[in-house]
């Protein structure tokens, strides 16, 4: 089992984060004083804000419940979400008791979500912050629902989870392509993006999450949605990642991340080195 509690929680750009950190204190829940409610079939999340944020409700509402749809292709929601919606970065990162990640806009549990208001987004474009948002709210939001599945058995690797999330919101146009993470490979020898040191994944988030989403597409073309699915249920009734992962795949762990590396991502190559037989 891998350790989750270093930087490796922290997702990169564009936010995305999940993690283990302390439960907020009576300030801060003090400090978001206003409630609101956002309820889908299959959702429903509690929205604390402060008075700054009231026009941001709507949106948030409507980009809730659109960012919760393609999430029923893992399961649904076995209890309420509670949006926090920080004013500025700076109570943000008070609130997950972080300090220095500038590009730090949300982070995720099972049953909450700490995000920091669009409204300090500083984005000239509201398109784009619409456009964002949604995403962000998918990739946050797949963290809860994993954490949710699972129960509160151990985390996945840090490529299955956060690859799980960067997929099902849609953020393959953020991260970089196979090709790019070919040449990043080449040029860092010894680097493991799939397992990736805490100093690597602080300073090469892009690349970590491009390997992340990438690793996570091969294995969903190898065990396909209900593979995802079967992977959580089994690890929530005990199995260990890998053995889940070796029995919805046919493939180990060490071997699949290996191949993954090995092919550049590539889906072609991978499928090669699969039917090849092992080496
Ligand atoms: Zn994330």
């Excluded at 944020?53 to 509402?61: A, F, K, S």
């Excluded at 190898?222 to 260990?240: C, K, N, P, Q």
């Amino acid at each position: 089992m891998r350790s989750v509690r270093l930087p490796a929680v922290l997702c990169a750009l564009a936010a995305a984060c999940a993690g283990t950190a302390p439960r907020p204190s009576s300030t801060v829940q003090r400090d978001l004083p206003l409630a609101a409610q956002a309820r889908a079939e299959a959702a429903s999340f509690d929205l604390r804000y402060c008075s700054d944020d009231q026009g941001e409700i709507e949106r948030l509402r409507a980009a809730l419940l659109t960012a919760a749809g393609p999430l029923s292709r893992w399961g649904a929601f076995e209890q309420p979400v509670a949006i926090r919606v920080y004013p500025d970065h700076q109570s943000l990162e008070a609130a997950v008791q972080r300090e220095g990640y500038p590009w730090l806009r949300a982070w995720a549990f099972a049953d909450r979500i700490f995000l920091q208001s669009p409204r300090s987004w500083n984005d000239p474009s509201p398109a784009t912050v619409a456009a964002e948002l949604r995403e962000l709210l998918a990739h946050e939001l797949t963290h809860a629902l994993m954490y949710q599945l699972l129960g509160g058995a151990p985390e996945p690797p840090l490529w299955f989870r956060e690859g799980m999330a960067s997929v099902t919101a849609g953020q393959g146009h953020r991260r970089p392509t196979a090709e790019e993470l070919s040449r990043w490979i080449a040029a860092h020898p010894g680097q493991d993006l799939l397992e990736p040191a805490p100093e690597v994944y602080r300073t090469e988030k892009e690349a970590v999450y491009g390997a992340a989403h990438r690793a996570f597409e091969l294995f969903v073309a190898l065990a396909g949605d209900e593979g995802v699915r079967e992977l959580l249920l089994l690890t929530r009734g005990g199995a260990s990642f890998e053995d889940a992962f070796a029995t919805v795949t046919g493939v180990g762990l060490a071997r699949f991340e290996v191949d993954a590396v090995r092919a550049r991502f590539s889906r072609a190559g991978f499928e090669r080195r699969q039917g090849a037989g092992s080496d």
